[in-house]
């Protein structure tokens, strides 16, 4: 029950924003917070009374649509649960960080931000392939009005191509998911979108390929695997800064969860013989992301790209598939939610103050805003995995659970780490050191930033320096998912 | 005689008597809201009595049955939608109002009857009771150029149509000597005394026929037209009631005269259903004019209704009803919006009318935006559902060419739907916000308006009720 107030509270929660936004904004955007910490509360209270009561923390189960034997089915285990604390931890900031930008319409920005994050646990939280679908176009539109209202200049055009990737994708997932329960019927005489009624259920190579290569599609698109990539520097560069936190923070992370949960456990032999080619694809981004990232002007283009490399070594550890390489793969994609969300604060707080996105109209800031500067540096260091922040313990365990098998892919793969060192150097050296050309002043951190920026400084170096609770509850959770290692 | 024949064509009989009443009153004294109060309330009247009549075979022309109800009920509710559509559009135009209702009556009661009709004689009526209303329907407004010339093109097309229909008629009661549709499925399949070459020409015109009144590649190119022309409700008149009574009579036709069992005729109706599914969707593509937009989405999907028809079965015949009932509410509306926001003189179709209007007219916007994504097919609305139940229906008999092409077409389709809802939330100049037609929409039509909306996102997310009523429905179908 608590995980549909989960879900709940969040829709409440953008519904009441809205309605009170025409008369109070403030009070909009203070009952978005409210709705998130009220979430926060909810997902610690599990996390604490159930953490070891068994492989569900909690669950759910109604009928929805019974003529076709669709449940509303949610439950929660630790891999879940991590990820939705990181959805709410990142849904909070990007509240935070719009309370000065986003002044047109504040109403309906928080509700779209709401259900972003409602359709994001419920991708988590669903164990019916058709809720997962249904939760997992929910994030669409909203996404899709976030781009195109709060965008910069040509976001028309950003938020159409956004839409129709993962409209597209989305619907071969939704062919693949039929594909699966027509199956299933044909083997057992029985309807279902049950997550553990269609695991094993039995399929020729050839449908279990196709089947999952659906899957495989719309998660390609989200995560973003290389060659189906361009829609997010796209997006990136046009949208507000709290949808790129969201954006590329957090959508990914739903790809990633997606392949965990369901590429694996359902079509074990056929990712087993996909998994080359995948790696290939994940090494491919890794370079090539962050060799675009080094050619970038515009900054939120080159988080984009930094966000593709990284989120390489995500699909690198997922198809690797050894306890190492997937542990690895969580911990990237929690720490690098945290770490790039951060990173495109900084940028939306340096656009905010220069009034450009693209880094040569910055130089020498580190005169006029220090503290925000030194900010700038850590969040660029940990990008580029440097010991003791979340980033590193990720893909480093990415790199070691990889090099067991896959020597080739670990060694090319580390490259990436070498490229990331210069493009995250380039942008800290162009933007804060060098001569004050322009003669700048500008405020410096405000107290609100900074205390957001402090609270992201805290996460990160906790998830450096102790990331043992992360694979506790991840363990928890893998404990279940047996396909996984080999 | 009464509880035989009367009692359950109550509902065609009300709706026939209301535009007799109509005209009565017309003929005493003239006024707009007396004529549309008489109508809203026959046809309230007709909408309720589908829930109460007995079901019954009337003679051999009508089927009074669970599935010609529930399309009764639906071309009733429809109807009193277009009603009040057109009340609030027609008070603010030139020339006689009251009229307008009683040809609504009539075509309504067209529609209706092929709802029942299980015999081409009964077919032929209702097509041309339903066409002689449309004529002057699309034409109402005949001091104006473009209504007037839509509507002799829909007469001259229509008129030819119908004649193919009939000789399709007349062949195929050549070849068997019958005009039943249950008669010619048994027919059929004892196989004694065919001649296939007389048989296939006729169901070929006919489908020729029906196509045309479906607006089904390649018989779609009036569709655009009349629908820039005809005024706005009547506009959605013709997408919606002229089209949903002629596919309940395709759905019923096909299954009991069992035409899958021809494969030729699955052939043609595969190769229909694609043709107007990429037709619809790219011609769209190019055009300015929201209106021929919806025109050609209409053609779109129409193709993907036919691919539901073709499906067969009991999902089959199941996708269909109810992807109807979703075209039904979002091209209702789709059109709602457009007539809310026509000024006095001349429709609300160009693409530029709708720049900016969430900035101005939030609700009618966050309205048409939820119509738009749910002729799209996104989650959360009934478009989506609809989508889903005829891609699961296609899954389960292993078409996955068609569901291919479904999902491609859609796709494509996305671009034209959000090109309008990019226009929906662009910001404006301040020179263009400052220009005036600053209008409120009538209560009424907003009352239709968020009627309709709730009911697409409430199918969109429980839609088990409406899935049980359709069940019942086609039980006595198949």
């Known amino acids: 029950m608590i995980l549909l107030w989960l879900i709940v509270v969040l829709i409440i929660g953008g519904i009441l924003a809205w309605a009170v936004a025409r008369a109070i904004p403030l009070l909009s955007r203070w009952i978005s917070v409210v709705a998130i910490l009220l979430d926060l509360a909810l997902a610690l209270y599990l996390a604490v009374q159930h953490l070891n009561a068994g492989p569900w923390l909690a669950q759910a189960d109604w009928d929805w649509i019974p003529q076709f034997g669709i449940h509303f089915h949610l439950a929660m285990d630790g891999l879940s649960l991590l990820l939705v604390i990181l959805t709410l931890f990142i849904g909070l900031l990007a509240v935070f960080v719009s309370w000065r930008e986003i002044t047109t319409a504040i109403g309906f920005y928080h509700f779209n931000i709401l259900c972003i994050l409602a359709g994001i646990l419920g991708v988590f939280l669903s164990l019916d392939l058709f809720l997962f679908y249904f939760s997992w176009e929910l994030m669409l539109v909203p996404m899709y009005f976030l781009i195109l209202l709060w965008g910069r200049e040509h976001r028309a055009r950003a938020a159409i191509k956004f839409f129709l990737f993962t409209q597209i994708s989305g619907l071969l997932m939704l062919i693949a998911i039929l594909a699966l329960y027509i199956a299933h019927y044909r083997v057992t005489g029985i309807y279902t979108f049950e997550y553990a009624e269609l695991l094993g259920t039995p399929l020729s190579p050839l449908a279990s390929m196709c089947i999952m290569l659906g899957f495989f599609a719309a998660f390609a698109v989200k995560l973003p695997v290389f060659p189906f990539h361009t829609w997010l520097p796209d997006a990136c560069a046009e949208a507000s800064t709290g949808t790129n936190m969201i954006l590329a923070g957090l959508l990914a992370t739903t790809a990633g969860y997606g392949m965990i949960r369901f590429l694996f456990p359902l079509f074990p032999n056929a990712t087993r013989t996909f ?79 220069t009034g450009s996105r693209e880094l040569d109209s910055m130089s020498g800031l580190w005169d006029t805003v220090p503290r925000l500067s030194g900010v700038g540096l850590f ?14 313990i990720g893909e480093f365990l990415v790199l070691l659970g990889t ?83 080999r | 005689m009464i509880a035989d024949y009367i009692i359950p064509s109550l509902p065609l009989l009300l709706v026939a008597g209301t535009s007799v009443v109509v005209m009565l009153a017309v003929a005493v004294r003239r006024n707009h809201s007396v004529a549309f109060g008489l109508t809203l309330l026959g046809l309230a009247a007709s909408f309720c009595s589908a829930f109460f009549v007995p079901v019954r075979q009337l003679g051999i022309l009508l089927t009074v049955d669970r599935y010609g109800l529930f399309f009764i009920g639906l071309i009733a509710a429809a109807a009193m939608a277009v009603a009040v559509l057109a009340h609030g559009y027609l008070a603010e135009r030139e020339g006689n109002k009251e009229e307008f209702y009683i040809l609504l009556l009539v075509a309504t009661l067209g529609a209706m009857v092929l709802a029942c009709s299980s015999h081409f004689v009964s077919l032929f009526l209702g097509l041309e009771v339903l066409s002689i209303g449309l004529y002057s329907l699309i034409g109402y407004l005949r001091e104006r150029p473009l209504p007037v010339e839509a509507g002799i093109k829909y007469l001259v097309l229509a008129a030819s149509s119908s004649a193919f229909l009939l000789f399709g008629i007349a062949l195929v009661y050549a070849d068997l000597g019958t005009m039943e549709f249950s008669r010619i499925a048994q027919l059929a399949a004892s196989g004694t005394n065919l001649h296939y070459d007389l048989l296939l020409p006729g169901v070929a015109l006919i489908l020729t026929g029906i196509g045309f009144k479906l607006a089904l590649a390649p018989f779609h190119m009036w569709t655009p037209d009349i629908y820039q022309g005809a005024p706005a409700p009547v506009t959605a008149f013709v997408a919606t009631i002229s089209k949903g009574g002629m596919f309940a009579l395709l759905l019923r036709y096909f299954s009991q005269s069992r035409l899958d069992l021809f494969s030729p005729v699955l052939v043609v109706f595969s190769i229909i259903a694609i043709a107007s599914m990429f037709a619809g969707n790219l011609l769209a593509l190019f055009e300015n004019n929201v209106k021929r937009i919806l025109a050609y989405s209409s053609i779109a999907h129409m193709g993907y209704v036919l691919v539901a028809l073709e499906v067969g079965g009991q999902a089959g015949a199941g996708a269909v009803i109810f992807y109807l009932v979703a075209y039904f509410i979002m091209t209702l509306g789709a059109f709602a919006v457009v007539t809310v926001l026509s000024p006095r003189e001349r429709d609300a179709d160009q693409i530029d009318d709708y720049r900016g209007l969430f900035w101005r007219r939030p609700w009618l916007a966050l309205g048409f935006t939820a119509m738009l994504l749910s002729l799209a097919g996104i989650p959360l609305t009934v478009g989506f559902f609809g989508k889903f139940y005829i891609i699961a229906a296609g899954a389960a008999t292993g078409a996955w060419a068609l569901i291919l092409i479904l999902v491609i077409t859609s796709t494509i389709g996305l671009f034209y739907y959000l090109r309008v809802v990019v226009a929906l939330f662009q910001k404006q100049t301040e020179t263009e916000a400052a220009a005036p037609t600053r209008r409120r929409t009538a209560p009424a039509a907003a009352l239709v308006l968020s009627v309709l909306t709730l009911v697409l996102i409430w199918l969109g997310v429980f839609p088990s009720p409406l899935l049980r009523i359709i069940q019942a429905a086609i039980h006595t179908l198949l």
């Open chain 1, 275 to 353: 998994a080359p080619i995948a790696m290939i694809l994940a090494v491919i981004g890794i370079l090539y992301g962050a060799f675009l990232a080094l050619s970038q002007t515009n900054l939120m283009r080159l988080l984009a790209y930094a966000s593709i490399s990284h989120l390489g070594f995500v699909l690198l550890g997922i198809f690797a598939s050894n306890a190492l390489s997937v542990q690895g793969a969580v911990m990237t994609m929690i720490a690098h939610g945290i770490s790039t969300g951060a990173l495109f604060l900084i940028a939306g707080l340096l656009e905010a103050r």
């Open chain 1, 379 to 392: 969040f660029a260091l940990a990008s580029l995995g440097l010991p003791g922040m979340g980033d590193f």
């Open chain 1, 403 to 485: 090099f067991r098998g896959h020597l080739i892919f670990a060694i090319v793969a580390a490259c990436g780490v070498l490229a990331a060192m210069f493009y995250a150097l380039r942008f800290v050296q162009r933007a804060f050191h060098g001569p004050n050309l322009r003669q700048l002043h500008l405020p410096d951190l405000a107290m609100r930033e900074g205390f957001v920026l402090g609270v992201m400084i805290v996460a990160l170096l906790w998830l450096g320096f102790y990331p043992q609770p992360v694979f506790h509850t991840f363990a928890h959770a893998a404990n279940h998912l047996p396909a996984l290692w």
